[in-house]
Each structure stands twice: as C-alpha cells, then as structure tokens.
C-alpha cells in the first residue's frame, strides 16, 4: 500500500522559513516523478515545484523561485519543501504527489495525472 505523509507544516511569520517532509511508503521515490501542490481557499490546487526521476531535475512555479527549494532523500524515501522567505500569499494546504514509475519530465504532469497524493499539512504565515 501507497502512502505519501508529509509533515512541518505550522504558523510563521512572514519572512519566516519552514522545511516539509514527505515520507513514502510503499514505492521508492527516486523512480516517480514528485511534486508539491498547494491550495490555498477558494482557489485550484497549485504545482508548486516538482523533481523528474528521469534526470533529477527541478522545476519551480515563478512566485516561489529564488524561494523555495525542493529536494529528495533516496536513503529515507523522503522528499522536502525548504521555504523561505515566507509570504502571506503563500498560505495554503501544502500536498506531496507521486506518480510512476514514469520517464516523463514532472513538469509535463497536471494534478489530474498524478496517482498518489498525501493527507496535506496546513501552512499559514501571519503576523
């Protein structure tokens, strides 16, 4: 059985920085495409930055360029979201997808194509 669960998520200040995991069970990671969504209320569920298995390579949404960082721990099966520099408007339900094992670049994947997604941690950034 697929699980995706991610953690970190919390109250910051803006300016303020958190890190997300996304812990895996049941597929290896470095073989799926990956990706973190967002969204926030009222509004569609957000690629936020994604990693192809194919090469490793990254691919970011511009308004968290320069921001964010997204990472992957083959050893722990686990995939990361470092932010920093918080913004309000990055206050959302952040989700951690997979899907694969796949060859295709992750930023050629909408939502829709992604087969396994995680419960969702909650960010807010508030003064």
Do not use: H
């Not at 597929?27 to 936020?48: C, D, H, M, S």
């Not at 959302?92 to 909408?110: K, N, W």
């Amino acid at each position: 059985q697929v699980q995706l669960v991610e953690s970190g998520g919390g109250l910051v200040q803006p300016g303020g920085s958190l890190r997300l995991s996304c812990e895996a069970s049941g597929i290896t990671l470095n073989y799926y495409a990956i990706a973190w969504f967002r969204q926030a209320p009222g509004k569609e569920r957000e690629r936020v930055s994604c990693i192809s298995a194919r090469d490793g390579s990254t691919n970011y949404a511009d308004s968290v360029k320069g921001r964010f960082t997204i990472s992957r721990d083959n050893a722990k099966n686990t995939l990361y979201l470092q932010m920093n520099s918080l913004k309000p408007e990055d206050t959302a339900v952040y989700y951690c997808a997979a899907e694969g094992p796949t060859y295709y670049y992750c930023s050629g994947l909408g939502a829709s194509e992604y087969g396994y997604w995680g419960q969702g941690t909650q960010v807010t950034v508030s003064s």
